[in-house]
């Protein structure tokens, strides 16, 4: 049985809390393997809506060993919120299926003020971040000053490093940001009253995912953002600072690449895209309202409306090429319902060419006109069909037109926010 890796292949918020939680029923263990709390993973059990950041979509299911792997940066704080929240609502009722790694590096109060300060400083040239300190958490790691989430348990450890830290920060918040300073006492009290309710989650994630792989557990790697999102194959600045790319699931829990078995990308039926940066399919006129009332498309994280586009087969192949993607699945096909036409951008025309590359160089970028092709549309409600057959025509070619242009068998469609809605072809844990 192969092991399964769910990544976006757009801008983030394809709909992956959505399919992780359908695939669990397939697997023993699931596996967020970087990013952080930007992440909202929306997934809806009966009435119940339920948006996972930081703990795995694959929590409301008994049984399941849910990990969060090195790669991940945590909020301790509203990590015990999510938590909270999450057995309010009925789930997670063994503290047991969530472990997390103990190498995960941790967001600290000071990377929280960084990333706003910075933002505000940025101006109308910011990247449009979610807030969360993603940024100045992952800066700490590489640059070697982070606090791993082991560290908060010895107190001389934790001390001493925060110290060091905090001495550089309060320097950079005061007189660069103009901002507030932190006391160490301050957060090393906050954390040593904190650390008391993860403690139990703390352990070597990487010993325990290697030992479910050598006793043949199924694996599911649950991928955060999306490909144009990832540090260094999306549209740098205007990226998070994770690599959300496929090849990220190994080293971000800490396991060989010959374990990541199907790639599976996630689409949506069209594109959007929350925060700063380019997006050449983005309309700004009613089809783009349509798709953001229709689609609901609003932050799960931060509430803000998502910028709204046609399908992109340039950034959507750049992420086969990147991921080395083996199944598509295409999310929020019922949106499309009512729509007379349904373009697809299959290249850009820049100065007489056609680029089917995503440009690195913005300018060029500037400079760039997508090429659309034309599909009929259809005015049938989707939502409550479970076969590919029952679709209406003009709706399976356009499921087809994506396989043709994309090479990529599409194994799953979703037709709604509920498990029922969904369409399965392939299922990626059996081939
Ligand atoms: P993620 O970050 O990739 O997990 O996606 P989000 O949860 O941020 O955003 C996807 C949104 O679309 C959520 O509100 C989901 O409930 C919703 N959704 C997922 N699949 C479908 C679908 O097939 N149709 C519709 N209408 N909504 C969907
Ligand atoms: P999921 O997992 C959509 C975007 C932010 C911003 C950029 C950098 O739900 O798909 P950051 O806070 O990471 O430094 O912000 O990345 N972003 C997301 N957009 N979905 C997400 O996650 C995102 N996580 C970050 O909006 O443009
Ligand atoms: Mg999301």
């Known amino acids: 049985m192969?092991?399964?890796?769910?990544?976006?292949?757009q801008w983030g918020d394809e709909g992956k809390?959505?399919?992780?939680?359908?695939?669990?029923?397939?697997?023993d263990v699931i596996v967020r393997f970087q990013g952080g709390p930007n992440a909202g993973h929306t997934v809806v059990v009966g009435e119940k809506q339920t948006i996972l950041h930081q703990v795995p979509s694959g929590i409301l299911h008994e049984g399941k060993q849910c990990i969060v792997g090195n790669g991940v940066v945590i909020d301790v704080e509203t990590l015990i919120n999510e938590i909270n929240e999450v057995k309010a609502q009925g789930y997670f009722t063994d503290d047991a299926s969530l472990l997390i790694s103990e190498k995960a590096h941790l967001i600290m109060p000071y990377h929280k003020r960084i990333d706003l300060g910075r933002e505000k400083k940025k101006g109308k040239n910011k990247i449009g971040t979610t807030g969360r300190g993603i940024g100045p958490a992952y800066e700490d790691k590489v640059c070697r000053n982070g606090l791993r989430f082991i560290d908060i348990f010895n107190d001389e450890?934790?001390?001493?490093?925060l110290e060091t830290n905090l001495a550089e920060k309060n320097f950079y918040l005061r007189n660069y940001l103009d901002d507030e300073p932190f006391e160490v006492n301050e957060i090393f009290d906050?954390?040593?009253?904190?650390?008391e309710k993860v403690r139990r989650y703390l352990g070597n994630a990487a010993t325990f995912l290697h030992d479910s792989l050598q006793s043949s557990k199924k694996v599911l790697f649950e991928g955060a953002q999306g490909t144009m999102l990832d540090v260094d194959h999306?549209?740098?600045?205007?990226?998070?600072?994770?690599?959300?790319?496929?090849?990220?699931?190994?080293l971000g829990c800490g396991i060989g690449p010959k374990h990541l078995d199907n790639i599976v990308g996630i689409s949506k039926a069209y594109t959007t895209r929350v925060g700063a940066g380019p997006f050449p399919t983005e309309l700004e006129d009613e089809t783009g309202t349509f798709l953001r009332d229709v689609g609901g498309e609003y932050g799960a994280t931060t509430g803000r409306p998502r910028r709204c586009g046609w399908f992109?087969?340039?950034t959507v192949n750049h992420a086969v090429r990147t991921n080395s993607i083996t199944h598509l699945i295409i999310t929020k096909l019922d949106v499309l319902s009512g729509l007379k036409t349904i373009k697809a951008c299959t290249g850009y025309r820049c100065q007489g060419e056609i680029l089917t590359d995503f440009p690195t160089d913005f300018q060029v970028l500037e400079q760039c006109e997508p090429v659309y092709e034309e599909l009929p549309g259809w005015e049938?409600?989707?939502?409550?069909?479970t076969s590919f057959d029952e679709l209406p025509g003009a709706a399976k070619d356009y499921i087809k037109y994506l396989e043709e242009k994309t090479g990529i068998p599409v194994s799953m469609v979703s037709v709604g926010t509920r498990r029922a809605q969904i369409i399965t072809l392939i299922d990626p844990f059996e081939k």
């Open 312 to 314: 992109d087969l340039v």
């Open 234 to 250: 999306g549209t740098y600045p205007f990226v998070t600072s994770s690599n959300t790319a496929a090849a990220q699931a190994s």
């Open 157 to 161: 450890v934790f001390r001493t490093k």
């Open 190 to 195: 906050l954390f040593t009253r904190l650390r």
């Open 2 to 9: 192969p092991n399964v890796v769910i990544v976006g292949t």
């Open 380 to 385: 049938e409600d989707v939502s409550k069909i």
């Open 17 to 27: 809390g959505k399919i992780v939680d359908i695939l669990t029923q397939s697997a």
